[in-house]
């Protein structure tokens, strides 16, 4: 059974930053992708990035590109998300999310998710 555990949300200032991280477990798995989603209040869950470990690359939402960064580690199925200038519209409950392989993905396509962490920017 894989598990994926965020950590890292918090209350923030507008402007200020926060560090995730998403730790994916399971006897055997080896993730070829993790990515980042997040849900505000009222919303659907939407793509924040993505990191396939064999391009290096990621790839990001336009809302957040410039402002966030992801990096990982793939032999230790954990990724980060770096966020710096948060605005008040980042708020949202942020999901970790990863990818098994095995077969031809949409972007935001993933086959396990974590439980979420809230991330709240006062304004």
């Known amino acids: 059974q894989v598990q994926l555990i965020e950590s890292g949300g918090g209350l923030v200032q507008a402007g200020g930053s926060l560090r995730l991280s998403c730790a994916a477990s399971?006897?055997?798995?080896?993730?070829?992708?993790m990515g980042w989603f997040r849900q505000a209040p009222g919303e659907e869950r939407t793509f924040v990035g993505s990191?396939?470990?064999?391009?290096?690359?990621?790839y990001y939402a336009d809302s957040v590109k410039g402002r966030f960064t992801i990096s990982g580690h793939n032999a230790a199925n954990m990724v980060y998300l770096q966020m710096t200038s948060l605005k008040p519209e980042d708020t949202a409950v942020y999901y970790c999310?990863?990818?098994?392989?095995?077969?031809?993905?949409?972007?935001?396509?993933?086959?396990?998710w974590g439980q979420g962490t809230q991330v709240t920017v006062s304004s």
């Open positions: 999310a990863a990818r098994k392989g095995g077969r031809i993905y949409q972007f935001y396509e993933f086959d396990y």
């Open positions: 990191i396939t470990w064999s391009v290096g690359i990621p």
């Open positions: 399971g006897r055997t798995f080896s993730s070829v992708a």
